[in-house]
């Protein structure tokens, strides 16, 4: 009796030891996966001065307009010899200038700048603007050197050089192109249809004259040899240097060309064509673009 209670008591207790515990508890656990989206990143756009100078329908009318304009004024002026250069002698103020004299046997000469005035820089500006850069001297030195066929002539431009050339006019640039830079200017030019140009004959350049960015230099070497008769560009530094005095503000630069001796000048000799993408004429604060005594605000409407 007692040998079998004691079997019994061992069995009882192995079948205790080898039975599968009672499982755990389980615990739920969330994961959440999280997918980092990357923001594209916005497409470069064109400024509002790029996109009406560059690309508006209403920019090619204008300047088609101003260079027929131009052509025939100088076409006017070529078919009856004028006296007088619209060069500014040196030394001219508003309340006495002075025009540079014309010698008889002078032949007769248009000069123009060469940027955003006879070719849109359309490589390097579309440069700038892709790589969000609004301006960078060593690139811009590249473009100068390489850019030939990457530019194009300002709508108008290549009829009226063909008009003027038929009169017996002498094309010539003087841009702020770097001297340094010669045959890529001279192949830009070319590229873009406006003809042949040679370096100190009918192509003047920054560092021809001790004025550096001044025109005024050249437009005098110019005249030794010509009888300018018209003069266009998009700066009022192509007109005068007179005009880029730093000393002016806004108003005071605007007051200035409408001084009765300059204003008569306008479409008459001298010629500026629209440039809102750069240059000393982007500038003036809200005070000075917006004056006080125009101040105005819609009426308070009535309860």
């Not at 078919?79 to 002075?98: F, I, Q």
């Not at 066929?149 to 192109?177: H, L, S, W, Y």
């Amino acid at each position: 009796m007692r040998h079998c209670i004691f079997l019994g008591t061992i069995a009882f207790l192995a079948a205790c030891q080898t039975a599968p515990p009672d499982p755990a508890p389980t615990e739920k656990v969330i994961v959440k996966v999280i997918k980092t989206v990357e923001e594209p990143v916005p497409a470069p756009a064109p400024t509002q001065g790029q996109q009406w100078l560059y690309g508006s329908a209403e920019s090619r009318i204008a300047l088609k307009q101003d260079w027929n304009a131009i052509a025939s004024y100088v076409e006017a002026k070529a078919a009856n010899r004028p006296n007088a250069s619209v060069v500014l002698a040196p030394g001219a103020t508003a309340e006495a200038a002075d025009f540079l004299a014309c010698g008889a046997d002078q032949p007769l000469a248009a000069v123009f700048d060469a940027d955003e005035t006879l070719i849109w820089n359309l490589g390097s500006m579309g440069y700038f603007a892709r790589h969000g850069i609004g301006f960078a001297p060593a690139v811009w030195d590249e473009w100068e050197k390489t850019g030939a066929g990457k530019a194009v002539a300002i709508p108008g431009a290549k009829d009226a050089f063909q008009r003027m050339r038929d009169a017996g006019v002498e094309i010539i640039v003087n841009t702020n192109r770097s001297n340094t830079n010669i045959q890529g200017s001279a192949d830009t030019l070319k590229a873009a249809g406006l003809g042949e140009f040679v370096h100190g004959q009918t192509l003047y350049l920054r560092g021809d004259a001790p004025d550096g960015g001044g025109k005024d230099g050249r437009r005098y070497m110019i005249s030794d040899n010509y009888c300018v008769i018209a003069l266009a560009g998009d700066q009022l530094g192509d007109i005068a240097d007179i005009f880029n005095d730093k000393a002016l503000t806004p108003p005071e630069r605007k007051a200035l060309t409408a001084a009765p001796v300059f204003d008569q000048m306008w479409g008459n000799g001298w010629f500026i064509l629209p440039n809102p993408v750069y240059g000393p004429s982007l500038a003036g604060s809200m005070e000075e673009v917006f004056p006080p005594e125009t101040d105005w605000a819609p009426p308070a409407s009535e309860e």
